[in-house]
Each structure stands twice: as C-alpha cells, then as structure tokens.
C-alpha cells in the first residue's frame, strides 16, 4: 500500500535543479514530518557516471534509509535513476515507510523522467562494480511508447499461454494488456509472503486501468463467498496445501466472469486476461502454478483447486476376458 506521504515543495524545486545544472550529479532525498525533503545535492566532478560514484558514498549512512536521484544518462529527457537504498540495518518502520513511498516520490517528480529504478541495501551496490553488475544482469532498455508497450503486452502474453502451466487452458489466445495502478502492483508483490493470501483486481472501464479490489485472508473452500459474484475479477490466491507429507505454498490465478456483467465488462477482461498474467510474473516477480476460470465464483471450490494440484487417478477397468461358449 501507499504511504499517503507526497513531495515537498522544496524538493520540487531541488530536483528541477538538478534537471537543469549539468554540473549536479544528483540529490539525495528523505522523510521527515510526513513529507519527502531534499537532502543534499551530489555534485558532479567529471562527465564519466562511474567517476562520480564514489563523492557519493561519504553522503550516505549505514543505518539510514536514503532516497538517491542519479543523472545517468546526460543527454536523454528520462536520463534519471531512483535508487531506493534501505539498508539492512534501518529500523523496521523506516524501512517499511520508504519501499511504501518509492513509487509516490517517482509519480511526483514525474516518472517520465525516470528510465529506471533501483533497490539497494549495501555501499557497494552503489560503487562502479556494484552498478556495472547490474546494468550487465538487468540490460537497461529505453522506455517503449504506448504502442510498443501494448504490442509487447500481447507477445508476452502469446508466449506465457503457449509454454502453458498444466491448468486449465483459455479459449482467449491474444488481447492487451491494461497498465496495473501503484497500489494494485504494490499488493501483488506483497502477496508472496505476506499475511494476506488472496487479492482482487478489477478494471476501471472509463481509465482502462487494472485498480485493487479486495485483500483478505481466506480459505480455499470460502472463496466462493470472498471473490464479488456481480462483477468480473482476476483474483490470486495462494493456497497451502500437503505434498508427499510435506506443506506447499502454490500460487493460483482464478478468472471469473459471471454472466450477468456488462458485455463491455466481459470484452474487457476477457481480452487482457493474459496481460494480467504477465503482468504478474514481469512486474511483481511471481510465479503462477496454476489457472482457473469460472463463469461464478460458486464453481471455484476447495475440492476443485485440491484436484488441479492432486488429480484422481484414472481407474483402469479390468479386462474381462469372453466367456468360452458352453458345449451343447
């Protein structure tokens, strides 16, 4: 969830300093009575990116939360980094306090200006060869139009159907994808290991976006009751369940669509339901075990997820061997 924290007018003006003085490395950004504040400014010393590193470290502490914007790119308009450095040693309420305020500090200083964004939680992560291992593992590429993005959406989700998890397979074989808000993205990722274990989404259909509908700890034979019956949902539900003697936690992805929502409704989350997908495992970082839909959430019970992960086996009837014909 967001923190309900928004940026100060003062580092509003800092950070458009910083867009226009090329001799500014970058600025380091806090929290202090619920807002976020400029810090200190980084100066820049050479025109290398690596070179300027190390003028950064003095500014930072062990034990302190710090947000870090970097101009990494001199010559692009979305040639800013956030990097949000929360080490291992902050105490828990600054740590819980600037994940939850990342995006908030993104959107306000306009994330347009913005190619990436970066979670650190050690110094070195931030020197020259902490950095080159990331860009080498993480490949930066340069944001994709809205064309692009939604052309993508739709390849992605064509290659995530086609390699196929062992569920139930979809009628839906392409579509779009529908841009995910904070709040919705930020409860999905915390859906793996969290102490909730099922969370709703919903579309709004006049901003075609996919919003949060509902958290809630529940269990599989009550989710029938959770997940709304009047309106389509794309649900996801991690179910604990017994393997070989031993407790598993899979994940489930459950669609359902009941018959009576608005054929715009229908169209709509039909068509982006693979986008949803991958939305999930390329932005929240899960892995989907199984799929499920339903025209009514009445059919999604704690028998029918048991049998997606613990099929009956098939009973093989015996041959009956023909009777030899009785003598006359």
């Not at 692009?148 to 839906?172: D, N, P, Y």
Request: charged fraction near 25%.
């Amino acid at each position: 969830m967001q923190s309900g924290i928004s940026a100060s007018q003062d580092l509003l003006q800092a950070f458009n300093d910083l867009v226009s003085s090329p001799h500014q490395r970058g600025l380091l950004a806090g929290i202090q009575k619920e807002q976020l504040v400029p810090l200190e400014p980084i100066p820049s010393e050479s025109e290398d990116f690596f070179t300027d590193l190390p003028s950064l470290i003095p500014l930072i502490r062990d034990n302190e939360a710090t947000y870090i914007i970097l101009r990494r790119y001199a010559d692009a308009s979305d040639g800013f980094v956030a990097v949000t450095y929360v080490p291992d040693t902050a105490n828990v309420r600054s740590k819980m306090l600037f994940a939850s305020t990342r995006l908030t500090l993104i959107r306000e200083l306009g994330s347009e200006r913005f190619r990436e964004t970066i979670f650190a939680t050690t110094k070195a992560e931030l020197m020259a060869e902490g950095w080159r291992k990331h860009e080498k593992h993480g490949e930066v590429k340069a944001p994709l139009t809205q064309g692009e993005q939604a052309l993508q959406g739709v390849k992605e989700a064509e290659a995530e159907e086609s390699r196929g998890t062992g569920a139930r397979s979809s009628h839906v074989r392409s579509g779009v994808k529908f841009p995910i808000s904070e709040e919705a993205l930020e409860a999905l990722k915390g859906l793996e290991g969290g102490s909730e274990n099922l969370v709703q989404f919903k579309i709004n259909a006049s901003t075609e976006t996919v919003e949060l509908a509902d958290t809630s700890l529940t269990e599989a034979d009550a989710l029938a009751s959770t997940i709304s019956d009047s309106e389509p949902r794309y649900s996801f539900f991690r179910y604990s369940h017994d393997f070989e003697g031993e407790e598993q936690q899979s994940l489930v992805f459950i669609y359902t669509c009941p018959s009576g929502s608005k054929i715009r409704e229908r169209m709509m989350y039909a068509s982006s339901r693979h986008g949803m997908v991958v939305t999930a495992g390329r932005e929240a970082g899960l892995t989907i075990d199984k799929k499920m839909e339903a025209s009514s959430p009445s059919e999604i019970t704690a028998s029918s997820i048991h049998e997606e992960f613990h099929p009956k086996p098939e009973q093989k009837q015996a041959f009956s061997k023909p009777k030899r014909p009785g003598k006359r």
